[in-house]
T-cell receptor
Framework: QKEVEQDPGPLSVPEGAIVSLNCTYS??????FMWYRQYSRKGPELLMY????GNKEDGRFTAQVDKSSKYISLFIRDSQPSDSATYLCAMKEDFNKFYFGSGTKLNVKP | GAGVSQTPSNKVTEKGKYVELRCDPI?????LYWYRQSLGQGPEFLIYFQGTGAADDSGLPNDRFFAVRPEGSVSTLKIQRTERGDSAVYLC????????????FGEGSRLTVL
């Protein structure tokens, strides 16, 4: 079993839709949770970073962490064609070894 | 430069050859990571440097893979006797050790082993 599980998609939505992306994990020692966005042939870039359970909002993006269920989500409101990319969840314990999900490919149609 | 720089951006080699991939991190970032990303997969951890030393090399798949960071800045990932299964994008990332979450990635070196 992988440390982090993520549905690969692809996920196709119309412009303006609300998008929900999810990851589950098995290691209860994970404390830091991140979402990265990766455009084709580019390196991942950090979107959201959370530490505790609960919600964190940044513009159209909301990250949600439920440590009791070992489940994290990223919501994108009013999705735009420019949001079309692969979204990677990542998490780590205290020390600096990051574990990534396999990524969900999102396509937002104009 | 402002970001993490990786060279070469593309490398095509033949099975059995030796390759070196270079990473120039953001100035002042003490932590440096190498990841490998295969098509349709997330980045897979290879090795992490704190300063000049490898703090965790548990992700290196076998002894054909080796990485150095002799002066605590630029790092080189070395692959001996390349195999077709080594074909992937090799990503380098750096971070400030005090900043727990943000990895700054380069654009990667795409390795193709024929």
């Amino acid at each position: 079993q992988k440390e982090v599980e993520q549905d690969p998609g692809p996920l196709s939505v119309p412009e303006g839709a609300i998008v929900s992306l999810n990851c589950t994990y098995s290691n209860s020692a994970f404390q830091y949770f991140m979402w990265y966005r990766q455009y084709s042939r580019k390196g991942p870039e950090l979107l959201m970073y959370t530490y505790s359970s609960g919600n964190k909002e940044d513009g159209r993006f909301t990250a949600q962490v439920d440590k009791s269920s070992k489940y994290i989500s990223l919501f994108i409101r009013d999705s735009q064609p420019s949001d079309s990319a692969t979204y990677l969840c990542a998490m780590k314990e205290d020390f600096n070894k990051f574990y990534f999900g396999s990524g969900t490919k999102l396509n937002v149609k104009p | 430069g402002a970001g993490v720089s990786q060279t070469p951006s593309n490398k095509v080699t033949e099975k059995g050859k030796y390759v070196e991939l270079r990473c120039d991190p953001i100035s002042g970032h003490t932590a440096l990571y190498w990841y490998r990303q295969s098509l349709g997969q997330g980045p897979e951890f290879l090795i992490y440097f704190q300063g000049t030393g490898a703090a965790d090399d548990s992700g290196l798949p076998n002894d054909r893979f080796f990485a150095v960071r002799p002066e605590g800045s630029v790092s080189t990932l070395k692959i001996q006797r390349t195999e077709r299964g080594d074909s992937a994008v090799y990503l380098c990332a750096s971070s400030l050790i005090r900043d727990g979450g943000e990895l700054f990635f380069g654009e990667g070196s795409r390795l193709t082993v024929l």
